[in-house]
Structure formats: C-alpha cells, structure tokens
C-alpha cells in the first residue's frame, strides 16, 4: 500500500467532514471547501478519523490512492490553519500597492501593472513582502506563482518579484571576476 494513502487522517474539533459518492466536503473554522472522489479510492469516515483504501493495487490506482489522501488532508488543514505564501520584491524603484481587490505594482517596465486578486485570497503588502493567504493550498500557492511570473527574479542583481525561502543563484557579469 501507498505510505502516504494508507495513513488516517485525524479530524481536528470544530470541522466537519461529509462524504457523499462523488464528492467530499470539509467545513471548518475558516470555511468550507469541496472536492471530487476518486471511483477508485474509498473514503470512510470513523471516531473522527478518515480513512482511505483502494479496490486493487493497479499502478494507476496506486499513484491515485496517495494523491487523494493528500487532497483531503490539505483540505483538513487549510480549513483550520490555512495556508500563506510570502513574496519579496527586489529592485530599485520597483513597488507594489494595494488598491481595492487589486495589486498595483511598479516592476521597472514603462506601465504599471495591476493584478486582480481571486476571490478566495488575500494579499496582504508590508513595505517590500506581499503575503499570499487563504485556505485553498492549490488556489494560493497559484496566485504566488502568477504573481512572481510577472517579474521573475534575474540572475545577475537579483532584481524581481521572489519567495521568501528562495535563494537565487548569482552569476559574476561580463568580466568573469568574482565579486
């Protein structure tokens, strides 16, 4: 069996979990969210804890069983805790600006470039970091990535939108000479 599908999953106090044939539903503190089953993944719920088995042991359902098992505990988690995603904007003039449910930011090019924030995700700016948050761990850590995309980091001064935790590999110039 998978390592990761054949561990349960322990339901925390204040969440509720609701199986139905081709859905699970996970209500919690933070909000609620819903995601499709897996016909051949069976979901059972008991004495607050999820578990999840696998009609056989095709390859296929193999790599399904530990997909699902991380989908509903992600779910577990980001309606109790949710999740955030820090950026770092690095650059001489370069500025980013709430406005509304938009991002305005100043990333060195000749327009301003605005970014409507989904809903479901909030950004929270502090002087040069942007704080992605919000209880979907797909959903934020894909507004993170948009929104480094517009402005990736460069290699040479380090200039660009990047994760906090992320180190970016430096390169010496033209003249070769280590600095």
Known sequence: MSRIGRSPIQIPSGVTVTIEPNEIKVDGPKGSLTQFTIAEITVTQADGVI???????????RS???LMRSLVQNMVTGVTTGFEKKLEINGVGYRVALAGTSLKMQLGFSHEVVFPIPAGVNIAVEANTMTVTGISKQQVGQVAAEIRSLKKPEPYKGKGIKYVDERIIRKSGKSGKEK
């Open 51 to 61: 578990t999840l088995t696998r009609v056989n042991d095709d390859p296929k359902n």
């Open 64 to 66: 399904k069983h530990g």
